[in-house]
């Protein structure tokens, strides 16, 4: 459970960072160059403080 919520949300500089495909909106692990639901590299990061 710990390893899918370390891979939904990590911290960057005490900030929350959500990577998401803007096509299908599966969420991914950090640094991913494309989506591996639907193969698109089209990818948002979103920074949340």
């Known amino acids: 459970m710990r390893r899918a919520l370390e891979s939904v949300f990590r911290r960057s500089e005490g900030r929350t960072v959500i990577e998401e495909c803007r ?27």
């Open 23 to 49: 096509r299908c909106g599966t969420t991914l692990e950090s640094g991913e160059p494309e989506c591996p639901a639907c193969g698109r590299d089209d990818i948002v990061k979103y920074h949340l403080e």
